[in-house]
C-alpha cells in the first residue's frame, strides 16, 4: 500500500485561508468514507482534527473544514493562527482492511 | 476518556527484537481496538497493524508481515509490539493510537506520548 500524497509544504499568512490536498486511489481514498486528517506539532503526538471526511471532533475549532471528491480529500484552514503552525497527515482506511497516512505536509504561518 | 501511557526509549542492535508496551486506562482494552503507527525522524506515520472489530482480528501491514506481532493482555489493560529482526531503518518513534471507546469510529483519536526505538551498532 502506497503512502497517500500530499504536498509537502504550504504557508500562509494569519487570516488567510489554506488547503491541503491528499490523493489516493480507489482502493483506498476513493473507497469509503474513512478519510482523516491529524495535526502534528514538533515532538508531539498527532492530533485527530477532522474524521469520517468532513467531520469535526468536539473541541476541533470551525476553523477546519474538509471534503472529498474521488480519489483526493482536502483540508481547510481559515482564518490561520500561529497556532495552527505544523505538520499535516491524512489517512484512509483501504479495501484491505488496513490503514494508509500521507506523507504530511508542513504549514508554515508567516 | 482514553488515556494511553506507553513504555519507554529503547536503544537495540540491528537483528534484535524490541518489544513496546502501551497501557490503557479509562476503558478496559476489550472495549477498545488498538493499532499501531510509527514515525521515523523527519518522515511521515506509517500504520504498522492493529484490530479490525469488523473481521475480529488483528490486521498487520503488509511491510510488516513475518515482523510484527501485536498482543493483548487483559489483565493488565496493556498491549504490546513487538517487531523483530530490528534494521537501522526501524528507527523511529512508535506509538499506540485507538479510535477510542466508539470502535465504530474510523479514526485515531487517543494517541500514547511515542516510544523512541534506536537500532544502532
Known amino acids: 500500500q502506497s503512502a497517500l500524497t500530499q504536498p509537502a509544504s504550504v504557508s500562509g499568512s494569519p487570516g488567510q485561508s489554506i488547503t491541503i490536498s491528499c490523493t489516493g486511489t480507489s482502493s483506498d481514498v476513493g473507497a469509503y468514507n474513512y478519510v482523516s486528517w491529524y495535526q502534528q506539532h514538533p515532538g508531539k503526538a498527532p492530533k485527530l482534527v477532522i474524521y469520517?471526511?468532513?467531520s469535526r471532533p468536539s473541541g476541533i475549532s470551525n476553523r477546519f473544514s474538509a471534503s472529498k471528491s474521488g480519489d483526493t480529500a482536502s483540508l481547510t484552514i481559515s482564518g490561520l493562527q500561529t497556532e495552527d503552525e505544523g505538520d499535516y497527515f491524512c489517512?484512509?482506511?483501504?479495501?484491505?482492511?488496513?490503514?494508509?497516512f500521507g506523507g504530511g505536509t508542513r504549514l508554515t504561518v508567516l | 476518556q482514553v488515556h494511553l501511557v506507553q513504555s519507554g526509549a529503547e536503544v537495540k542492535k540491528p537483528g534484535a527484537s524490541v518489544k513496546v508496551s502501551c497501557k490503557v486506562s479509562g476503558y478496559t482494552l476489550s472495549e477498545l481496538s488498538m493499532h499501531w503507527v510509527r514515525q521515523a525522524p523527519g518522515k511521515g506515520l506509517e500504520w504498522m497493524g492493529g484490530?479490525?472489530?469488523?473481521?475480529?482480528?488483528?490486521i498487520y501491514g503488509q511491510k510488516f508481515q513475518g515482523r510484527v506481532t501485536v498482543t493483548e493482555d487483559t489483565s493488565t489493560d496493556t498491549t504490546h509490539m513487538e517487531l523483530s529482526n530490528l534494521r537501522s531503518d526501524d528507527t523511529a518513534v512508535y506509538y499506540c493510537?485507538?479510535?477510542?471507546?466508539?470502535?465504530?469510529?474510523?479514526?485515531?483519536?487517543?494517541w500514547g506520548q511515542g516510544t523512541l526505538v534506536r537500532v544502532s551498532s
Open positions: 493510537t485507538t479510535s477510542g471507546e466508539d470502535t465504530a469510529l474510523a479514526a485515531f483519536a487517543y
Open positions: 469520517d471526511v468532513d
Open positions: 484490530f479490525d472489530p469488523e473481521h475480529g482480528k488483528t
Open positions: 489517512a484512509s482506511y483501504t479495501t484491505s482492511n488496513s490503514w494508509v
